[in-house]
């Protein structure tokens, strides 16, 4: 077995967000080695299913406006870059009762920094998004900055990028230990041992096990999707359909419009079996699509015809479903981004750029304060 040393920053994962990382370091210049365990566009961990939301009125909370803005803008800057079309603007409805914190939350957002939304009835919905057919007790809030993402053309387009600046991209080789002396980090897989100044990890639902020497506290969900093919296309097509988030009595929900070839897509995102990405169940079952379906029939009558395709991912979700962009609390050399609790992969472009900033320069230029290690009471190991 050699030793090499030869990266400034080695890169454990390269799905939706270690791709993004690569692309912001080579771009800097830095000497980059990255390491997957599976071939590039896998669908084995969370950054793979055609389309993932973006949105700036972010229910969740108003510090992540700004994370926000700088994604759009470096999501945009990626398209260019890849000659690609990566980000439809169609618009977001944020479903729910008047007092819902899906309403409520992205309402405050949008006041505390100036977002453009419309505040909707129920009245209002049905005649401007017809395939919403909304009892008269939910109300929505429209922001018209919503949208898909395309995620694999994403990754592949950050990982070209990376590939284009310089950095070296291992795809199938599994890293099987890594260690940091303070001065130095090592990874080590089954055929060499890798020496650099920096390590980052983003390893998706495998963080849990990778990140060693820190009890991270998170929780890895089983999540189902569900395309079905529409019975009124135009109704529910991207021009006449928001993408949608629906706080509603039976859970919380996330769609998509009609897209050719992919149907109405839909998830729930409020509950998911606790799994491993190891002992994941990968069968969708018939009484979890007539769940998604009923969904449909309630809310969005005509939008669930027949069963065009499934598909199954993971949610690494953290105690309080924020996300985690630190150093390691015990290896200063070492980035950890974790924890996206399924509302990650829309900041992926700014994501790379936040761990590039932790692992060449220390800090970020925007405040992620609110994402450090440190609000977790659990002990090191």
Same mark, same amino acid.
């Not at 209002?124 to 008269?136: H, S």
């Not at 002992?279 to 009484?287: F, G, L």
């Not at 450090?372 to 609000?375: C, V």
């Given at each position: @077995?050699?030793?090499? /040393?030869?990266?400034?920053?080695?890169?454990?994962?390269?799905?939706?967000?270690?791709?993004?990382?690569?692309?912001?370091?080579?771009?800097?210049?830095? =000497?980059?080695?990255g390491f997957d365990a599976f071939e590039p566009g896998h669908a084995n961990g969370s950054s793979h299913g055609e389309t993932r939301i973006i949105r700036k009125a972010y229910f969740e909370s108003p510090d992540y406006v700004p994370m926000l803005e700088r994604a759009y803008q470096l999501w945009h800057d990626l398209e260019a870059e890849s000659g690609q079309e990566l980000l439809t603007i169609n618009g977001a409805l944020n479903i729910g009762s008047a007092e819902s914190g899906f309403v409520t939350g992205a309402a405050r957002s949008a006041r505390e920094f100036g977002l453009n939304v419309e505040?909707?009835?129920?009245?209002?919905?049905?005649?401007?998004?017809?395939?919403?057919?909304?009892?008269? &007790?939910?109300?929505?809030?429209?922001?018209?900055?919503?949208?898909?993402?395309?995620?694999?053309?994403? /990754?592949?387009? %950050?990982?070209?990028?990376? %590939?284009?600046?310089?950095a070296t991209l291992r795809f199938n080789e599994p890293v099987l230990e890594w260690?940091?002396?303070?001065?130095?980090?090592f990874v080590r897989t089954a055929t060499e041992r890798i020496t650099a100044g920096k390590?980052?990890? =983003?390893?998706?639902?495998?963080?849990?096990?990778?990140?060693?020497?820190?009890?991270? *506290?998170?929780?890895?969900?089983?999540?189902?999707?569900?395309h079905f093919g529409s019975t009124a296309a135009q109704r529910?097509?991207?021009?006449?359909? *928001?993408?949608?988030? @629906?706080?509603?009595p039976e859970g919380h929900y996330y769609g998509f419009p009609?897209?050719?070839?992919?149907?109405?897509?839909?998830?729930? %995102?409020?509950?998911?079996?606790? =799994?491993?990405?190891?002992?994941?169940?990968?069968?969708?079952?018939?009484?979890?699509?007539? @769940?998604?379906?009923?969904?449909?029939?309630?809310? @969005?009558?005509?939008?669930?015809?027949?069963?065009?395709? #499934?598909? /199954?991912?993971?949610? #690494? &979700?953290?105690p309080d479903h924020h996300f985690v962009l630190d150093h390691h609390p015990a290896h200063d050399n070492v980035v950890v981004g974790c924890g996206f609790s399924g509302h990650g992969f829309k900041f992926a472009s700014v994501i790379g750029e936040i761990l590039s900033q932790l692992a060449l320069d220390s800090e970020s230029q925007l405040d992620i304060g609110f994402l450090? /290690?440190?609000?977790f009471s659990k002990e090191l190991r």
């Open positions: @077995m050699s030793s090499v /040393t030869s990266a400034d920053v080695i890169v454990l994962g390269l799905g939706g967000m270690g791709s993004a990382t690569a692309a912001h370091l080579a771009r800097r210049g830095a =000497t980059v080695i505040e909707l009835d129920a009245s209002d919905v049905r005649k401007r998004f017809p395939g919403f057919q909304l009892p008269e &007790n939910l109300v929505a809030l429209f922001d018209p900055e919503g949208g898909f993402l395309r995620p694999e053309r994403c /990754t592949a387009a %950050h990982l070209e990028s990376a %590939h284009q600046h310089g260690g940091s002396d303070g001065d130095s980090v390590l980052v990890i =983003t390893a998706g639902p495998w963080s849990k096990n990778v990140i060693a020497g820190w009890d991270a *506290p998170l929780v890895v969900w089983r999540i189902v999707n569900v529910f097509a991207p021009e006449n359909c *928001p993408v949608f988030l @629906m706080e509603v009609a897209l050719p070839g992919q149907g109405v897509k839909i998830g729930r %995102h409020d509950i998911g079996a606790v =799994t491993t990405p190891d002992t994941i169940d990968r069968e969708v079952r018939e009484n979890e699509i007539v @769940m998604l379906r009923n969904v449909l029939d309630t809310y @969005m009558p005509g939008a669930s015809g027949p069963v065009l395709r #499934t598909l /199954t991912c993971m949610y #690494t &979700n953290t450090a /290690t440190g609000r």
